[in-house]
């Protein structure tokens, strides 16, 4: 099988850490920690089921396997995301939070 390679910001190609065990470990770790999608976007299962980077790996490839680097996410939430950076999500017109804070609205 041939090896998934990323572009970095450098334009260097490099293989993907998200294709390794290492990866798939984090990510399931990551999801048992944080069961509830942090990104919350419309449409958002709520479970998480997927380790979303923070900064994501095309931009820090050497934070791809660092855990505070990583959010639990599902499925949906972590593909509409893509590699958009962390402050330019916009959830209602407002910035994303943590669905703990709602109890706050």
Known sequence: MA???ITTPDGRRIPD???TQAWRK???RVAIEEPT???RFEGCTIRSTTGDH???VTVRPDLALVRSNVRGACPG???K???LPVDSLRLGGQMSRPSALDIFD
Do not use: D, E, F, H
């Open 37 to 39: 999608c942090w990104l």
């Open 77 to 79: 939430c972590n593909y």
């Open 54 to 56: 923070v900064i994501p």
């Open 17 to 19: 850490p998200r294709s």
């Open 26 to 28: 984090l990510a399931k």
């Open 3 to 5: 090896t998934r390679l």
């Open 81 to 83: 995301r893509g590699n």
